[in-house]
DNA sequence: TCAAAAGTGTTTAGTCTACACCCATGA
DNA sequence: TCATGGGTGTAGACTAAACACTTTTGA
């Protein structure tokens, strides 16, 4: 079921997938109070990039998008999102590649098809950080989160992606209520608040906060939590799919 | 100065731009309190289609979509927003472009570059229609301007594109104030709100416009329009650029 | 002086902010 | 019973909607 990037395909001159075109995905987590991003480290470099992939000739954009996620993660039915496709020529810079590609023992040619020019298509995904299992692929010997406040360099432009991916997520926040699919199934008021706090970069109003939440109507309330802790205990919530659909 | 897609162009394999990438633009005007949309009219045939073009190995992505939008409205400097990229199976058929192409004496085998898969990056423009002087490209006989009310069918997937590039459009429009693009220099208040209620597609309060509008404080005040009619001048505005950058 | 459109004032309702208060819980 | 965090109440500030009133223009 799970498909990787095998290693005839990277020595192929790309048969099978559409030239020139690259997906990168920005895999966003939440945990302990900080946004993180998924992250691959490629053997015997220190070269850290987004994750990401091809587009086969008989397979939607945003299928590919998906199989990337599915693949990197494990998980499926995560919330995705295209939010901008990178095309600059200064994206285009073969170093870091060749050096990857030189540390798996590999010497292509100056045209090999993965040295070449590529337009990427950004993706964000959107998942429970507890549940995702990374796995690396055929080039990086580490997938890993990485704190998205104390980000290493990356690769490239991928930089520049991120903070995209950032600021789309910023803007789309309130408007699709998609702060949720970063939590898991149930959590408390102060979980969601701390995630928004986070994702924005600002403190809200508890009080507000939780107002405007359930004006929304889109939580359902569940049970008390029994934390343990010397105080009232927090109910639980759910996001109620159903209840208001985008 | 002008760049078209030139006979040899047509006729090469496609060498010179990156393969199996496409650029559709979405160019709205707005003129006699319709928003209208420029069309390419191809001959022969009764095939309309966005105008679009293809990405030069050596220009960035977005140069791409401003070239196509100068070739097709002779304007430079203008609101120009990438919103999507499309690159659905679906998309890919052949029948419409092998029909153009025949109806140009052309017969090309199947592997044609012009009749493989595309992924298209979509642009939205905002023009002065009464500035812009449609051109056809070397395929179309005709380049006009479209009632987006009432819209003819369109080529492959380009209602789809349209209805993306509109909907964005709505969602921008307060965000970022891009609603000015559609105006001549120098406009009533009565044009502007027209002109929102248009995108919108609902009416709007009259005061309550005006006092927004004001509050924003992007707007000089110029001198009166005396328009001949029997009742009060109007104010001219200008939408001041400098006064409060996005 | 009238009708029509433009500009501004005013009242009202709704929303957001800030603070306050009470509740539940385990130490 | 105390400290702490959770949930709700409420007064004031701010914003937006609806309506009314005045001004300007040419017939």
Redesign the interface.
């Known amino acids: 079921m799970r498909e990787r990037l095998h290693p005839e395909e990277i020595q192929a001159d790309g048969a099978g997938f559409?030239?020139?075109?690259a997906i990168d995905t920005v895999i966003f987590g939440f945990h302990e109070g900080q946004l993180k991003i998924l992250l691959l480290e490629y053997k015997n470099t220190n070269w850290l990039a987004l994750p990401g992939g091809f587009?086969r000739?008989?397979?939607?954009?945003?299928d590919?998008a998906r199989r990337v996620l599915a693949e990197r993660t494990s998980l499926q039915g995560i919330y995705l999102e295209?939010f901008?496709?990178?095309?600059?020529?200064d994206r285009y810079d073969p170093t870091p590649l060749r050096a990857i590609m030189s540390a798996h023992g590999l010497n292509y040619s100056d045209h090999h098809w993965l040295l070449r020019?590529f337009?990427s298509?950004g993706y964000y995904a959107l998942v429970d950080f507890t549940k995702a299992v990374p796995v690396p692929d055929l080039l990086a010997d580490r997938c890993d989160w990485y704190d998205l406040a104390n980000l290493p360099p990356l690769m490239q432009d991928h930089q520049k992606i991120v903070q995209k991916a950032l600021d789309t997520l910023r803007?789309e926040l309130d408007?699709k209520l998609i702060g949720f699919n970063l939590l898991s199934e149930t959590f408390t008021m102060a979980d969601l608040q701390r995630l928004y706090e986070t994702i924005l970069g600002q403190k809200l109003h508890r009080s507000g906060f939780q107002r405007k939440m359930l004006s929304l109507e889109i939580l359902e309330r569940l049970d008390k939590q029994y934390s343990g802790g010397a105080h009232k205990a927090p109910y639980l919530y759910r996001f109620a799919f159903d209840k208001k659909p985008e």
Chains 1, 2 share one sequence.
């Open positions: 559409l030239p020139s075109l587009v000739e008989t397979e939607n954009l945003n590919a295209q901008y496709t990178f095309g600059d020529l020019r337009v298509v803007i408007r």
